[in-house]
């Protein structure tokens, strides 16, 4: 079972950079596909981008194309999310998620592989 841990959060003014990272310390997910969700309060847990497991596949959704990248470090065993030009609407906790189903547009979660989470705040 690989064990995913989320970090990077944190508070940021609107058009400001994070980077999140999702780690798998002891394992790795080097052949998994891998993404980002989001959960707003009040809000249902929405994907926000994926990655194949090749690397050469990704998916983002509308709302954050063009502002935020998914990406693969294979020998830290890292994912990454970086985030520019944030937006108040960004506001949410960020959740990893390993394994799951990945067809080019639609990434369905592997229900026993997620993060903790990691909570994003863009004041406005």
């Known amino acids: 079972q690989v064990q995913l841990v989320e970090s990077g959060g944190g508070l940021v003014q609107a058009g400001g950079s994070l980077r999140l990272s999702c780690a798998a310390p002891g394992g790795t997910f080097s052949s998994y596909t891998m993404a980002w969700f989001r959960q707003a309060p009040g809000k249902d847990r929405e994907l926000v981008a994926a990655?194949?497991?090749?690397?050469?596949?990704?998916y983002y959704a509308d709302s954050v194309k063009g502002r935020f990248t998914i990406s693969r470090d294979g020998a830290k065993n890292t994912v990454y999310l970086q985030m520019n030009r944030l937006k108040h609407e960004d506001t949410a906790v960020y959740y990893c998620?390993?394994?799951?189903?990945?067809?080019?547009?639609?990434?369905?979660?592997?229900?026993?592989?997620w993060g903790q989470g990691t909570q994003v705040t863009v004041s406005s």
């Open positions: 990655l194949s497991w090749s690397g050469f596949s990704t």
């Open positions: 998620n390993a394994d799951g189903t990945f067809s080019g547009s639609y990434y369905s979660p592997n229900l026993s592989r």
